[in-house]
């Protein structure tokens, strides 16, 4: 199966295009974490969701890096 999904990658035109042959981006950072709750957090607004009852088709995430709590805020594209 690994000779499958390899040659998938090497003649997939979308695969080729997404990799970065002239820079590599290394490894990801995590997040910091902060000394104190709230104080560093993470956001993420996701949009066009289906609509609920009263309207609301996103979502704003904020995500508190120190004790891993979120908050879901619904809300409405415009």
Do not use: E
């Amino acid at each position: 199966m690994r000779v499958d999904v390899q040659r998938v990658l090497t003649t997939c035109i979308a695969c080729l295009q997404a990799k970065s042959k002239v820079m590599s981006h290394g490894r990801y950072t995590p997040f910091p974490i902060g000394s104190t709750q709230w104080v560093g957090i993470s956001i993420v607004c996701t949009l066009g969701l289906l609509k609920t009852k009263k309207g609301y088709d996103s979502i704003f995430v904020v995500v508190d890096c120190f004790s891993i709590m979120a908050q879901f805020i619904l809300c409405h594209k415009k």
